[in-house]
């Protein structure tokens, strides 16, 4: 199993920064795919951004070019780098662990207008 941990979430006005981090326990995560999703009330929970062991990634259309997936295997952390922040990316975000298929707590991040 995997322990997952997330923070810096919080509130930034439209065009800011924030940058998520998901620190990993209790597995080898070096060889763990991971992936960030979220969810806006009322709505499901979508895939945000994946990162492979090797560090090949993928992205939802609506945040290709202004989110960055990225991991430290020595630290055991995955992070997103969100930047151009749109109101419609207000949502809870969850890290996830494709192994064991573990959810982080999750942390919400407001954006407004």
């Known amino acids: 199993q995997v322990q997952l941990v997330e923070s810096g979430g919080g509130f930034v006005q439209a065009g800011g920064s924030l940058r998520l981090s998901c620190a990993a326990s209790g597995s080898i995560f070096s060889i763990n795919a991971m992936g960030w999703f979220r969810q806006a009330p009322g709505k499901q929970r979508d895939l945000v951004a994946a990162?492979?062991?090797?560090?090949?990634?993928n992205y939802a259309d609506s945040v290709k070019g202004r989110f960055t997936i990225s991991r430290d295997n020595a630290k055991n952390t995955v992070y997103l780098q969100m930047n151009s922040l749109k109101p419609e990316d207000t949502a809870v975000y969850y890290c996830?662990?494709?192994?064991?298929?573990?959810w982080g707590q999750g942390t919400q991040v407001t954006v407004s207008s």
């Open positions: 990162i492979t062991s090797t560090g090949s990634t």
């Open positions: 996830y662990e494709y192994q064991f298929g573990s």
